[in-house]
Nanobody, 117 residues
Framework: QVQLVESGGGLVQAGGSLRLSCAAS????????MGWYRQAPGKQRELVAI??????????NYADSAKGRFTLSRDNAKNTVYLQMNSLKPEDTAMYYC????????WGQGTQVTVSS
């Protein structure tokens, strides 16, 4: 089992920044991917960014909407993944969910990000 604790959401004006954190505990040795999805009202949940670890090398993938503005990083010692979000836009408003793949996928409880215009 993997437990996830998210933090860092909030209300910010357009152009501002936020950093989301997701700390994993439990069976962290089996984690091979960590990242973030988001879901806006009335829309499907979509990938924002994810780090996958394959044969000891990490690969980070970003949604087109996140490229150039968001940065995903991972602190292996803390089993934590961070999503630094800069130049936020109102369309980034959504519930953001931490996503981890270990023996199976795990989801965080979600943290709200609201960007005002």
């Amino acid at each position: 089992q993997v437990q996830l604790v998210e933090s860092g959401g909030g209300l910010v004006q357009a152009g501002g920044s936020l950093r989301l954190s997701c700390a994993a505990s439990g069976s962290v040795f089996s984690i091979n991917a960590m990242g973030w999805y988001r879901q806006a009202p009335g829309k499907q949940r979509e990938l924002v960014a994810i780090i996958t670890s394959i044969t000891r090398s990490n690969r980070t993938n970003y949604a087109d909407s996140a490229k150039g503005r968001f940065t995903l990083s991972r602190d292996n010692a803390k089993n934590t993944v961070y999503l630094q979000m800069n130049s936020l836009k109102p369309e980034d408003t959504a519930m953001y969910y931490c996503y981890v793949v270990a023996s199976r996928p795990y989801w965080g409880q979600g943290t709200q990000v609201t960007v005002s215009s």
